[in-house]
């Protein structure tokens, strides 16, 4: 697994930096990052040769952790210089079918997942685990939280998103996004992370969690 200095050398030779305006702060925690993967594994009974669905890869930290499990990987990457980082470094996964790497923006809409990423997905049944871009956050979960082949939900979030998600009726923060995931999915959170568990560190605490379908 990629360690601090790992992903920082990999930046490097690829002439990238992280990009403030893309969410880009990289999870550097190896014990939180086995911790996510092993509650996909299970919680969704991911086996070798499941699919699971990843946005924002990064340097490919999370990508590297499933693959090893025997997971087909689905990664969608908005920045170009990382999506030229994961097909260097991860260039035979890629060619035998197990990482299916898509360039571009996840969403369609707040309501609809990209055209490609949805194509590469198919009919078959999914997990969703990811260290979500916050900006993106929100629709995703909406999204496969209501999508039937979804198996379960295991991110990486801003704390505020995981409070809104896990709100009482009648509490400010109880809202749509509360509605529309808590409707097909039980929440739970799995770890806060503070800043220093990130670099760049970001100037918001973080969580993970479980959104298992009801």
């Given at each position: 697994?990629?360690?601090?200095?790992?992903?920082?050398?990999?930046?490097?030779?690829?002439?990238?930096?992280?990009?403030?305006?893309?969410?880009?702060?990289?999870?550097?925690?190896?014990?939180?990052?086995?911790?996510?993967?092993?509650?996909?594994?299970?919680?969704?009974?991911?086996?070798?040769?499941?699919?699971?669905?990843?946005?924002?890869?990064?340097?490919?930290?999370?990508?590297?952790?499933?693959?090893?499990?025997?997971?087909?990987?689905?990664?969608?990457?908005?920045?170009?210089?990382?999506?030229?980082?994961?097909?260097?470094?991860?260039?035979?996964?890629?060619?035998?079918?197990?990482?299916?790497?898509?360039?571009?923006?996840?969403?369609?809409?707040?309501?609809?997942?990209?055209?490609?990423?949805?194509?590469?997905?198919?009919?078959?049944?999914?997990?969703?685990?990811?260290?979500?871009?916050?900006?993106?956050?929100?629709?995703?979960?909406?999204?496969?939280?209501?999508?039937?082949?979804?198996?379960?939900?295991?991110?990486?979030?801003?704390?505020?998103?995981?409070?809104?998600?896990?709100?009482?009726?009648?509490?400010?923060?109880?809202?749509?996004?509360?509605?529309?995931?808590?409707?097909?999915?039980?929440?739970?959170?799995?770890?806060?992370?503070?800043?220093?568990?990130?670099?760049?560190?970001?100037?918001?605490?973080?969580?993970?969690?479980?959104?298992t379908p009801l």
């Amino acid at each position: 697994m990629q360690t601090l200095s790992d992903i920082k050398a990999l930046l490097a030779l690829h002439g990238l930096a992280p990009a403030h305006a893309l969410g880009q702060n990289f999870l550097v925690d190896q014990n939180l990052l086995t911790k996510l993967v092993d509650a996909a594994a299970a919680r969704a009974r991911l086996v070798e040769g499941s699919t699971v669905l990843e946005i924002g890869p990064g340097t490919g930290v999370l990508t590297e952790a499933m693959l090893e499990r025997g997971w087909r990987v689905i990664a969608c990457e908005l920045d170009s210089g990382m999506c030229r980082l994961v097909r260097s470094r991860l260039a035979e996964p890629i060619a035998s079918g197990r990482l299916t790497l898509i360039e571009g923006d996840c969403l369609e809409s707040r309501r609809a997942l990209a055209a490609p990423v949805r194509a590469a997905l198919g009919d078959t049944p999914f997990a969703l685990v990811a260290n979500l871009p916050y900006g993106a956050a929100s629709p995703v979960m909406a999204i496969c939280a209501a999508d039937r082949r979804c198996l379960g939900q295991f991110v990486t979030i801003q704390r505020e998103v995981g409070e809104r998600l896990r709100a009482a009726v009648g509490t400010r923060d109880y809202g749509e996004l509360t509605v529309m995931v808590r409707a097909f999915c039980a929440v739970e959170r799995l770890a806060t992370l503070p800043p220093e568990c990130f670099w760049p560190r970001p100037k918001v605490t973080s969580e993970m969690v479980a959104l298992t379908p009801l």
